[in-house]
């Protein structure tokens, strides 16, 4: 189904009480989805398995069930007005059936796009927008026909990665049957490596008329290929470059006629050149900043796209840096037991606004919440968040 509406806020439904927004997946980003839905005043259901999932903990509603499951996505149809999605890897086929009984955005088509590192690559070349080199292995035969060029190079699963995992350095054309073999002989992209010289993300809310809005550029740091820090402003970012990720972030979500937020995650090479990495159909925790920095948060965005109200520009009203605080936090030198770190040291600093996701165990990797720290300039705001990763004991960045 298209999406009709808007969905006013506070509007009743068929059975009289206020709208009901739903999302695929209970993570923290649904989580946070639910918590932008229920402050606009509407009813939330969230569809996840996990009996103690962080969405599913706060929502109205929690459909306890797999993503493919007939019974569960029928009871979201029945009591959602529309339903978005918060975990990329949700099967396509099942947002699709979905959408046969209620509207549902992104669409099936966008979301596969987005799941699936060949198809993504196919996208940006649709969409003119640069990204690495890159050769699909599907086969046995595909390691032989390996262009030299592409190494040193990242074998990377063409689907289900994240926060680096399902990724294999490969240095020598000998290392790629070994890498292939450890990433289980499936469908895999490999990338040349790049020399960055820094990572960027831009976040873009699309209408279903077309019309899109962009939260400002993102600089992002891994470690361990997993994202560590967030600072918005990007420190001493080009003007024109920065207006180029935002262009490019709106061509690939009109190209694929995007309804919701969308993050587009881009490289910037050591000759200042921008390529695209990778899509996120979805909020991105690199955009958790805005809720403390912004008149609008990424997840104000993705309910506003779903309800069908209208997006306005976001405006950034503090400069941010966010850390994100996983498990290992809880794990200090030598530490047999997990031990909450000190909250109450971090929450006497200017400007710092502590989230967690509610997730009872914390373990080492694992995104238990995050810290964004809001000051006046993008000085002021490093200084806080340096003091910040000081006291937790995070690396300097
Ligand atoms: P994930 O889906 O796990 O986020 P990414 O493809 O974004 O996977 O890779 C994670 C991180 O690894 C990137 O943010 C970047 O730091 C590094 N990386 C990935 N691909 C490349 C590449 N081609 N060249 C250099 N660094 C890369
Ligand atoms: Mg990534």
């Known amino acids: 189904m298209t999406l009709p509406g808007p969905f006013l806020p506070g509007a009743p439904d068929a059975d009289g009480l206020p709208a009901m927004l739903g999302v695929m997946g209970g993570g923290q980003l649904g989580r946070m989805f639910v918590h932008a839905a229920q402050a606009l005043g509407y009813r939330s259901a969230v569809l996840d398995a996990d009996a103690d999932s962080p969405a599913g903990r706060v929502s109205h509603l929690h459909v306890r069930s797999g993503y493919q499951d007939a019974a569960g996505l029928a009871e979201m149809a ?10 990329e890897n949700v099967p396509a086929p099942a947002l699709r059936r979905l959408a046969e009984s209620c509207p549902v955005a992104p669409a099936a088509d966008a979301v596969e796009i987005c799941q699936q590192r060949a198809a993504e690559k196919r996208h940006f070349a649709r969409s003119a927008i640069p990204c ?28 289900l990665g994240y926060d680096g995992k399902g990724q294999v350095a490969v240095t020598t054309m000998a290392d790629l049957a070994p890498a292939w073999a450890a990433l289980g002989r499936t469908a895999c992209v490999l990338e040349k490596r790049l020399a960055l010289q820094r990572e ?40 024109a470059l920065a207006r180029q990720a935002v262009a490019h972030a709106g061509a690939l979500a009109a190209s694929m006629d995007y309804v919701g937020v969308l993050c587009v995650e881009f490289f910037v090479l050591e000759d200042g050149s921008l390529v695209a990495n990778e899509m996120a159909p979805r909020p991105h925790n690199s955009g958790h900043y805005s809720i403390d920095a912004c008149d609008v948060s990424q997840f104000g965005l993705q309910v506003r796209c779903l309800a069908g109200l209208p997006l306005v520009a976001p405006r950034q009203h503090s ?17 047999t037991a997990p031990g909450v770190p000190d909250w109450a040291a971090v929450l006497a600093l200017p400007g710092t606004h502590l ?22 300039d993008a000085a002021g705001a490093r200084r806080v968040a340096r003091q910040a990763a000081a006291l937790l004991g995070l690396p300097a960045f």
């Open 78 to 87: 029945r009591h959602c007005v529309a339903v978005t999605t918060e975990f």
């Open 132 to 159: 690495a080199p890159f050769a699909v292995i599907e086969a046995e035969a595909d390691l032989a026909g390996v262009d030299a060029g592409l190494l040193p190079g990242i074998l990377k699963t063409a689907q």
């Open 200 to 239: 960027l993300s831009v976040i873009v809310a699309r209408g279903r008329d077309g019309a899109w809005v962009h939260l400002p550029v993102q600089q992002n740091l891994h470690r361990d290929g997993i994202l560590a820090v967030t600072q918005v402003p990007a420190p001493d970012i080009d003007a």
């Open 319 to 335: 400069a941010a840096v966010m850390l994100n605080l996983l498990g290992d936090l809880w794990f200090g030198p030598g530490a």
């Open 355 to 376: 989230h967690l996701y509610g997730k009872a165990e914390p373990r080492v990797g694992r995104k238990m919440g995050h810290l964004t720290v809001t000051a006046a």
